[in-house]
């Protein structure tokens, strides 16, 4: 099989994703009064409206429209104020009634986008860049990415499934198991589904639209996004067509992209597929294939039905959904700051690198933190804006990670803001070495001090004192005088022996910058 690269020379792939997202923050089901909880003991949480039991009325959940219209609102949808549900009938042992309820034509969000910034290694896999808009220069002339536009065609609300689990075999699939075991617990659950316009191009613009839109629900506080646990996923439909061309080709549905980078793998094996299939002269089918990412294949899992098997048809027991304008503006009111605001704000407001400001504002609780420690900062937050940035993209994420609490541990505040704050401040000042940073912030953690008395208690300031400096820095000259001559007569490069030497009497301690700068002043008069 040919490489992405060279494919994608040849052939334009077309991309469109179809996101479903259970709104796990809610606290009841969509239309019974079940309670929403991942892990819970099988068939618990259930009830006649979620079981589809005969005369059971169900009734929508009003926090979980206001959900999907700020899903809407964030996603720059227009929010249809009149819609309603329909019921796609399947047999599935999966939903017991039998149908699925859902939206038909009309979604409660329609009509909207997103912009994609696409920069770095990921920026290299879109080799022909009609359509974008070149995202600036890396300083060296080249182009650094570019921006694309996603359209969003809809956002619609539909009800989970329950949870099937398949016993004995080797596959864990249905088809060779013993038996299957059904947990109706998520049944009913809230669901958004997002479908995009088949507007993507690349594998790595896929992964980048499925990781903002995550970064935007996680910022509504909609959805945990767990693509592990299963309330955030994503299915991958995938054409190719020969460059040129406008029309579309026949796509194929890729499921089971359980993670970012099975997202991007299962698309980029879909499109070297299909283009080995067409170069042969072959058609493709357009069905739904299931990515294996041990094996590095998709297999056909089956041949795609039409809209009409479904039999889609307004539920009767649910009046058309009346919208009214005030609760649009109320949910319009609730909205919090997006990332793409944030990051500006960050470099308008504070002169953050552009890399720095995207780093922090695509994380939810990191550039919650460092609001907060900005506001401790108080009067001396723009000149520690980019100190504390460092400290947190660096040693409190290495911590993070290394400790594998999660980023939990910002919002349970195992640190806290102001000891950022105040140990950027001592960096800054140049009170304490960015070596010795690292160490009062490895003790800040362990002790739950703050920065000034873990320096004060070990003893840690940075030597300062250019007359202590001086005099340091002329001891070492009269101990050397041979290597005083040699630096005199050109060997320049001494001076790293010279401030080594400084360094050690300090007990590391001096402040290099400082005693370099008195050495070469002091070397020059020797
Ligand atoms: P289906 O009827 O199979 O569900 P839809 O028209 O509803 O297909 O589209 C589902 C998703 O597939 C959307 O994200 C859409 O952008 C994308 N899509 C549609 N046609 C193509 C195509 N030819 N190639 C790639 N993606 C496509
Ligand atoms: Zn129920
Ligand atoms: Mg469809």
Redesign the pocket.
């Given at each position: 099989m040919k490489d992405l690269q060279s494919v994608l020379w040849d052939w334009e792939a077309?991309?469109?994703?179809?996101v479903h997202t259970e709104l796990t923050t809610l606290n009841t089901k969509m239309f019974c009064s079940c309670p929403i909880e991942f892990g819970a003991q099988p068939n618990t949480h259930v009830c006649p409206v979620c079981l589809g039991l005969p005369g059971a009325l169900p009734v929508p959940n009003k926090a979980a429209i206001q959900s999907i219209v700020l899903a809407g609102l964030a996603t720059n949808c227009e929010i249809m104020k009149r819609s309603m549900f329909y019921r796609k009938n399947y047999f599935y042992p999966d939903m017991s009634k039998n149908y699925q309820i859902t939206q038909g034509p009309v979604a409660f969000c329609m009509h909207g986008g997103l912009n994609l910034e696409v920069s770095g290694p990921a920026a290299k896999e879109r080799l022909h860049l009609e359509g974008t808009q070149p995202l600036g220069s890396d300083g060296f002339g080249a182009m650094s990415g570019y921006t694309t536009h996603i359209g969003i065609?809809r956002i619609h609300m539909e009800e989970d499934a329950g949870k099937m689990i398949h016993v004995g075999g080797s596959s864990g699939r249905i088809t060779d198991a013993e038996y299957s075991l059904v947990d109706y617990n998520r049944c009913g659950t809230p669901l958004i589904e997002l479908?995009?316009?088949?507007d993507l191009r690349t594998p790595e613009e896929a992964r980048l639209f499925l990781q903002k839109l995550r970064q935007i629900y996680l910022t509504l506080d909609i959805s945990d996004c767990s693509m592990e646990e299963g309330s955030l996923r994503c299915d991958g439909?995938?054409?190719l067509r020969r460059r040129g061309s406008t029309e579309?080709?026949?796509?194929t549905?890729l499921k089971n992209m359980n993670s970012f980078k099975n997202l991007h793998d299962g698309l980029a094996y879909e499109i070297c597929r299909q283009a080995e299939v067409l170069e042969s002269g072959g058609t493709v089918r357009q069905e739904t294939r299931h990515w294996e990412p041990g094996a590095k294949r998709t297999i056909t899992m089956r041949v795609?039905e039409t809209?009409d098997d479904y039999r889609l048809f307004p539920d009767p027991d649910l009046a058309p959904y009346d919208l009214s304008d005030e609760f649009i503006q109320s949910v319009r009111d609730r909205l919090p700051e997006l990332p793409d605001a944030k990051k500006q704000r960050f470099i308008s407001d504070y002169g953050l690198p552009a890399a720095d400001a995207e780093n922090l504002s695509t994380d939810v609780e990191l550039s919650a933190f460092f609001d907060k420690a900005l506001r401790a900062a108080s009067s001396k937050a723009v000149a520690l804006a980019k100190p504390i940035a460092n400290l947190l993209l660096n040693d409190v994420s290495a911590w993070l990670n290394a400790s594998a609490v999660g980023s939990e541990a910002l919002i349970m505040g195992s640190i806290a803001p102001e000891g950022i704050a105040e140990l950027a401040s001592l960096t800054l000042s140049g009170e304490i070495s960015s070596k010795q940073a690292k160490e009062v912030f490895a003790a800040m953690v362990e002790t739950g001090d703050s920065p000034l008395t873990i320096v004060e208690v070990r003893g840690l300031k940075q030597v300062n004192d250019s007359s202590e400096i001086e005099r340091i820095v002329l001891g070492i000259i009269s101990r050397f005088p041979e290597k005083v001559a040699e630096y005199q007569a050109g060997k320049t490069g001494l001076i790293g022996f010279f401030v080594g030497q400084a360094m050690k009497e300090t007990s590391g301690q001096g402040n290099p910058k400082l005693i370099n700068e008195i050495f070469t002043e002091k070397l020059q008069e020797a």
């Open positions: 077309v991309i469109g994703l179809e065609t479908v995009t316009e088949p439909n995938v054409s579309l080709g026949t796509k549905e795609k809209a």
